[in-house]
């Protein structure tokens, strides 16, 4: 990190061709060192040696927006990586999995569509029906990160209409060549539209046509593999934040040390030295919670509780911690002079992606009062 992606990362993000040649440059670099995609086994093609282990290294990883693309487990394409070597049939790892571990392309994640909440994906319009051997598509979906210059989608839309609602939808595999597919726009989100992986796009999907053999596991499998998909999904994000939080903090505390103001430096006014205490116990808390729940996950628990608990807790520290330091920057702080401004702008969207708050909170406290109403209570083990 040091060597190769903070020097970097002005030019990293600026997201033209220097940019995408310097990133393949460093990836070959990281596979030389044997780090490539540590979110996979090595039977996978990655570096992984568990849950816990990857937690430690995605939080070094993490200190740098980009580097998740350096070390070739960026979202969506690790989750996508991950369900392929769950649940892909041979043909389907050999065309999908093979080349996105790989690192020779690149893939999108297509649940959410603009028509309703998605927040409860049971609502989904999007419909894959049978003729004859293919599926045809039609599906109007938002948000679909990284879909430009993607090589392939995985799409979740409803093929079993008449299933009760958590069967209704499946996981298609649709190359963005095929006929009737149209990345209709990269979507600006605050003020960035950004290209290649950095966007979040509007897609369309009209009467496209795929083998019936591009569905991911069984029939209305579609929830099953997405709460696959995001469980660890989820806590992947999660680690990261721990890296920028800490590097945050170590911006803050060393800039409160350096500057003067009113006589004396930033770090002897009460109030920073606030924001600094706050932010080491908000650090320190949402570690402890993380390492957790990948101890659980590592046991070979589903940790939904823990999962949900850390999804909403360590969106909110992030938001505050980086605040608090963008602010001790002062006007530096919402320049692109510091990664801090970006870490900023990218963290708003963890307290919606991936489950919004208020849906995790539900999680949570639906399942502790379930334990309590069947005599179970509840504690963190
Ligand atoms: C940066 C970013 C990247 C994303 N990437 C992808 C991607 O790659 N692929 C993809 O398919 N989707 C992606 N999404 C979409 C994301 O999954 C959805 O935005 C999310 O599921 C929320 O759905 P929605 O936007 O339709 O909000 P809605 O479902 O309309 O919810 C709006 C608000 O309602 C409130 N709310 C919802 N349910 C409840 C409840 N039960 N109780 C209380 N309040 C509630 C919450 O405050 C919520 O924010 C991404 C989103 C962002 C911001």
Not at 308 to 320: D, Q, T
Request: glycine share 10%; proline share 5%.
């Amino acid at each position: 990190m040091e060597e190769h992606v903070y020097p970097n990362e002005p030019a990293l993000t600026r997201e033209d061709d220097a940019a995408d040649a310097l990133v393949r440059e460093l990836q070959q670099q990281a596979k030389d060192a044997g780090l490539w995609a540590p979110h996979l086994p090595p039977e996978a093609g990655g570096s992984g040696h568990g849950f816990l282990e990857y937690a430690h290294l995605n939080e070094e990883i993490g200190r740098s927006f980009v580097a998740q693309l350096v070390f070739g487990c960026q979202a969506p394409d690790a989750g996508n990586a991950e369900i392929l070597h769950l649940y892909g049939t041979d043909e389907q790892k050999e065309r999908f999995l093979r080349p996105l571990v790989a690192g020779e392309v690149r893939s999108f994640f297509g649940m959410t569509e603009p028509e309703v909440a998605g927040s409860d994906p049971t609502l989904l319009r999007g419909r894959a029906v049978r003729d004859g051997d293919e599926w045809v598509i039609d599906a109007h979906k938002w948000f679909s990160s990284g879909a430009d210059g993607a090589a392939f989608a995985v799409l979740m839309v409803v093929t079993e209409p008449d299933a009760e609602p958590h069967r209704r939808a499946s996981m298609i595999l649709v190359p963005t060549d095929t006929p009737g597919y149209e990345l209709v726009r990269r979507i600006p989100v605050m003020g960035h539209e950004g290209r290649g992986w950095g966007t979040h796009c509007e897609t369309r999907f009209t009467g496209v046509r795929v083998p019936l053999t591009n569905r991911l596991g069984e029939p209305g499998d579609g929830f099953r593999i997405a709460q696959k998909r995001l469980g660890p999904g989820r806590i992947h994000h999660v680690m990261r934040w721990l890296g920028q939080m800490q590097r945050a903090f170590e911006l803050m505390c060393a800039r409160a040390l350096e500057r003067e103001a009113f006589g004396s430096p930033l770090a002897e006014k009460q109030t920073v030295q606030n924001w600094i205490a706050e932010s080491a116990a908000d650090i320190q808390a949402c570690r402890l919670m993380t390492m957790q729940a990948a101890q659980r996950i590592d046991d070979g628990d589903e940790a939904r509780v823990e999962i949900s608990v850390i999804k909403f807790f360590v969106a909110r520290a992030l938001g505050e911690v980086l605040d608090r330091a963008l602010q001790v920057h002062g006007g530096l702080g919402l320049t692109d002079d510091t990664p801090l401004a970006l870490m900023w702008r990218m963290a708003r969207g963890g307290r919606i992606y991936d489950g919004p708050d208020e849906v995790h909170k539900a999680v949570v406290a639906r399942r502790i009062l379930r334990s309590f109403a069947e005599g179970d209570g509840w504690r963190f083990t």
